[in-house]
């Protein structure tokens, strides 16, 4: 049959790089996953509770709206819910700012190590992605506002960065909204908040309380609750309104919207991952940082290892694989051939990278 006479996609679709994740060991077996900065310490106990309660209900339509779980994010961070939109997963809120605010020749900005993701959602719309350069390793506001034309309509802002672990101040992410026009959308991407000890970081509330423009949009998947795919944004109502004119009419399950209200409320619990990656983060950059290896300063629940060359990267990686702990390459999503990324686990898995890499060194020197 000829090609002209099956379904064709979109201009533009055929050239987007389907995302990777993070790779897993074969189901049952004994491998330590360090690839998807997944929780080291699971789910809330009481976000299971809450997920477990809907069993034997599973014939019902969940609510519309997320309104249990709206109320509960409104509650714990000062939010009114009208403001909020729920999403499977973050992913989903960003495809559908992309869907409302990209079209065909329009621009969206990015840091040049961000989010693998955001590449894809710009070109499905028919907009160009342009990929601005970093400075150490993080994104560079000055940077990116030289690279602002007539065309650009969204920035794509992951703060902190994933997957080098960088971060921008508040006032940082404050300069680089004053310097953009009335009409670009600045997209805070603030996946990794529960993670973040440094003292000048903002997640973005207050900044898209002020402004007309901005969005934040935050995930559970960082703290225990991967599976359920629940995302939230906050925005201003204009804004709200679009989003809601398209999403999935019920795109967040039951048992997500209550396990994610769970797990909002559980304030302890989340102050609990904070520590303890606090705590081991320090340690392995500790461990690790020299001369052989250097590791950037991170925000996030991973650190970022960069070696001499790719060929030290694929061999630290094989070693890690053979022993069970399998950590991120980032050479083709992210354009870094000489690191990995090492999601912060429980205290054995990183005394055994730390062991590892360490062992990699003496062999090197």
């Not at 959308?185 to 908040?193: E, F, K, N």
């Not at 201003?236 to 399950?253: S, W």
């Not at 409320?265 to 606090?278: G, K």
Request: hydrophobic content about 45%.
């Amino acid at each position: 049959m000829s090609d002209d006479l099956r379904p064709t996609p979109q201009p533009g679709i055929l050239d987007i790089s389907p995302y990777v994740p993070g790779k897993s060991g074969a189901p049952g077996s004994k491998v330590v996953k360090l690839s998807s900065n997944e929780s080291p310490l699971g789910a809330s106990p009481k976000a299971i509770e809450a997920f477990r309660s809907v069993a034997d209900h599973l014939e019902i339509y969940p609510e519309g709206s997320s309104k249990i779980l709206r109320t509960a994010l409104g509650e714990v961070h000062g939010i009114d819910p009208e403001r909020i939109v729920c999403g499977n997963g973050s992913d989903d809120l960003l495809h559908l700012l992309g869907q409302c605010y990209l079209g065909e020749g329009d621009e969206a900005l990015m840091n040049q190590y961000g989010f693998s993701v955001y590449p894809i959602i710009t070109k499905a719309t028919g907009a160009s992605i342009v990929k601005v350069d970093a400075t150490n390793y993080a994104a560079d506001v000055d940077a990116l506002l030289a690279a602002v034309t007539p065309r650009t309509k969204i920035v794509w802002l992951d703060n902190p960065n994933n997957p080098t672990g960088t971060y921008l101040s508040d006032a940082e992410v404050r300069r680089l909204h004053a310097g953009l026009r009335p009409d670009i959308l600045l997209v805070i991407d603030s996946a990794y908040a529960e993670y973040v000890t440094a003292a000048d970081y903002s997640v973005g509330l207050e900044l898209v309380g002020e402004a007309y423009n901005v969005v934040m949009v935050r995930t559970f998947s960082k703290m225990g609750l991967a599976a359920a795919r629940i995302g939230w944004m906050v925005g201003p109502a204009h804004i709200v309104d679009v989003i809601n004119r398209i999403r999935g009419p019920f795109n967040v399950n039951l048992p997500a919207q209550l396990a994610g209200a769970a797990a909002t409320r559980d304030v302890e619990f989340t102050a609990r991952l904070n520590a303890h990656n606090a705590k081991w983060r320090d340690w392995l950059v500790s461990e690790l940082d020299g001369n052989y290896m250097h590791v950037v300063p991170s925000q996030a629940n991973f650190v970022m290892v960069l070696f001499p060359d790719a060929e030290h990267a694929a061999l630290a990686f094989e070693t890690l694989m053979q022993r069970g702990l399998i950590v991120r390459e980032i050479g083709t999503s992210y354009g870094i051939p000489h690191g990995l990324r090492i999601s912060i686990g429980s205290e054995q898995a990183m005394i055994g990278v730390a062991g590892i890499l360490k062992a990699l060194v003496k062999t090197a020197s």
